[in-house]
């Protein structure tokens, strides 16, 4: 089970989380990233199976900063945050009924 908790001051905003990964009652490594630098002033915190976690947050920080080359300005927390849940969204809908991981 994945742990995060976040808190919001004035100023300023706290993430913490777990640094385990393990597969059923076996811990596998206790050094695991799970907050992960998108840019200068945000983070993900992300949670679910080594893997996915990884390939899912390489590929939105690597569209964040090509938008960001491209169109010469960085993008808002709030934009980050709904093109991520888009981009999930849309995976798990392509996941067809049958296949080994549903």
């Known amino acids: 089970m994945d742990f995060f908790m976040g808190i919001r001051g004035k100023d300023f905003v706290l993430v913490c989380t777990d640094t385990s990964a393990v597969h059923s009652i076996i811990t596998i490594k206790q050094d695991e990233d799970k907050i992960i630098p998108v840019d200068s002033h945000k983070v993900f ?58």
């Open 45 to 102: 915190c992300i949670a679910g199976e080594a893997g996915d976690r990884v390939q899912f947050s390489d590929y939105i920080i690597a569209n964040v900063k090509l938008y960001s080359l491209r169109n010469s300005t960085n993008l808002s927390t709030r934009s980050v945050a709904h093109y991520a849940r888009m981009e999930l969204a849309t995976a798990l809908r392509k996941v067809r009924h049958g296949s080994p991981d549903s």
